[in-house]
């Protein structure tokens, strides 16, 4: 059945609607879209953007290598750069700093009314595709390819298995997570 789902664009589609919604509404029930919790994560007084993304990726990555292990999906690693990376870092924390959203989050604020994310956060994505389309150019040729390493995930690096990365991952950020707790965060 699920070969059959992975050979479906149209259901692909559906699925990946479905998906966006109810991540939508984990976001917002989760807390993580409020402009106080967000803050509240830089200024390290409220954990709860970390603990959610944590999990996301705890979840994600146990999941991806289940379906990997079954034949049902293949990783795509690509290459990159220490230049690419560090001008997307520049350009998500520029917009993550004067307006406390995220490109998720922001999209999430925006449908539940919050005036900033309309008024600020979609014109400030807009305008920041815009202007980063128009120096492309120059970015690719002189900043982007700098420091360029191979498409390598950690285990293949390690040349180890990937459990042997995930599951300490694993236990450490259950641990994390018990150490919060018990602070209080």
């Not at 560090?86 to 959203?101: C, D, E, P, S, T």
Request: glycine residues 14%; hydrophobic residues 55%; aromatic residues 10%.
């Amino acid at each position: 059945m699920l070969k059959a789902l992975h050979r479906n664009k149209k259901a692909q589609m559906i699925l990946g609607l479905l998906i966006g919604i109810a991540f939508g509404f984990l976001l917002q029930k989760s807390g993580v879209t409020s402009y106080s919790v967000v803050i509240g994560q830089l200024l390290l007084s409220d954990f709860t953007v970390l603990k959610m993304m944590l999990s996301a990726v705890i979840v994600g990555t146990i999941g991806f290598h289940i379906l990997k292990r079954m034949g049902l999906v293949q990783p795509h690693v690509v290459s990159g750069s220490i230049g690419s990376s560090l001008i997307g870092g520049l350009v998500f924390g520029l917009g993550f700093a004067l307006l406390g959203y995220c490109p998720g989050t922001v999209a999430k604020a925006a449908g539940q009314g919050a005036l900033d994310a309309i008024f600020g956060g979609f014109p400030g994505m807009l305008i920041g595709a815009g202007l980063y389309a128009r120096i492309y150019p120059a970015l690719n040729a002189n900043i982007l390819h700098k420091g360029e390493f191979p498409a390598q995930t950690l285990p293949q690096l390690l040349r180890v298995s990937e459990w042997l990365i995930i599951l300490p991952l694993v236990v450490v950020s259950v641990l994390f997570f018990i150490l919060l707790g018990y602070l209080g965060l």
